[in-house]
């Protein structure tokens, strides 16, 4: 089973936010997911036990580098696939 998720990172309080958008597109680009950017969020997909840690360790990170962010997450009903 394949999970889909929908990710909406928003870096508040920086003068970089494009930096740090960037930073995590090549941290989740380094695990085993499908990756597809778009303008306004990133959706990714895998074995949905990947994608849930794969949430966790992005909201991890972001917390331990004590960095204000909104994070949302949506997700789409599993696929066989």
Do not use: C, W
């Amino acid at each position: 089973m394949k999970t889909i998720a929908q990710l909406t990172y928003i870096p508040l309080y920086t003068d970089h936010p494009k930096e740090q958008v960037q930073d995590l597109l090549e941290f989740v680009a380094q695990h085993d997911v499908e990756v597809d950017v778009n303008y306004l969020s990133t959706s990714i997909k895998g074995d949905t036990d990947v994608v849930f840690d794969l949430i966790r360790e992005v909201y991890d990170e972001m917390a331990v580098e004590n960095q204000k962010f909104r994070f949302h997450v949506e997700l789409l009903s599993p696929t066989a696939e």
